[in-house]
């Protein structure tokens, strides 16, 4: 039942780690929902390349045509199919949003995963994705994107923060803490 899932927010400006967070959520049983899955589905959909302009572009669209939580709209079946009862949802980017999900999963809490501005641009650089900059000018730009559609409120209000300044092992361990606390909480 969609009630009973324990539903786990994930926010974080582009390459502060997220997929690290999912990555270890994931060893701990949790299923996942992408909030950027949406809008990549929608740049294929529109046969446009997932480019970082392109995808800022669509993200942009969709919640000028659905309204600022029309992204998590969108992945509350994805969540409520998913057969585990622990699932982390990456890519939170509103308080809108946050709403949302409040409004169908009373077991939800917010996590948030910060690195410093130059540390996240070195590691977009090196993933290559293909909606990540290339320069510090485009990934300037995507930030503040970001923060234009409420980022940096979700960063602010989150419950639990996990830096992310370390090595990998660290940064591991912090995230596990976080996990334990959120399930304690909710008593899973």
Not at 59 to 85: P, V, Y
Request: charged letters at 35%; one cysteine or more.
């Amino acid at each position: 039942m969609a009630e009973l899932k324990l539903v786990l927010g994930l926010a974080g400006m582009p390459g502060s780690g997220k997929s690290l967070v999912v990555k270890v959520a994931r060893e701990n049983g949790y299923a996942t929902v992408v909030m950027g899955d949406v809008v990549r589905q929608e740049a294929e959909r529109q046969s446009l390349k997932p480019t970082p302009e392109n995808i800022g572009r669509i993200m942009l669209e969709l919640r000028e045509k659905g309204g600022k939580a029309t992204i998590a709209e969108k992945c509350i079946s994805k969540i409520e199919s998913t057969k585990e009862n622990k699932v982390i949802v990456d890519g939170i980017r509103s308080l809108d949003e946050v709403e949302e999900f409040k409004k169908h999963f009373a077991r939800f809490s917010l996590v948030t995963i910060c690195s410093s501005p130059e540390t996240r641009f070195h590691r977009l650089y090196r993933r290559g994705r293909s909606d990540d900059a290339e320069c510090w000018e485009t990934f300037h730009k995507r930030d503040t994107r970001e923060l234009g559609v409420g980022l940096g409120n979700v960063i602010a209000m989150a419950e639990y923060t996990i830096v992310n300044d370390e090595v990998s092992e660290v940064v591991k361990r912090r995230i596990h803490n976080v996990l334990r606390r959120v399930e304690k909480k909710w008593g899973k």
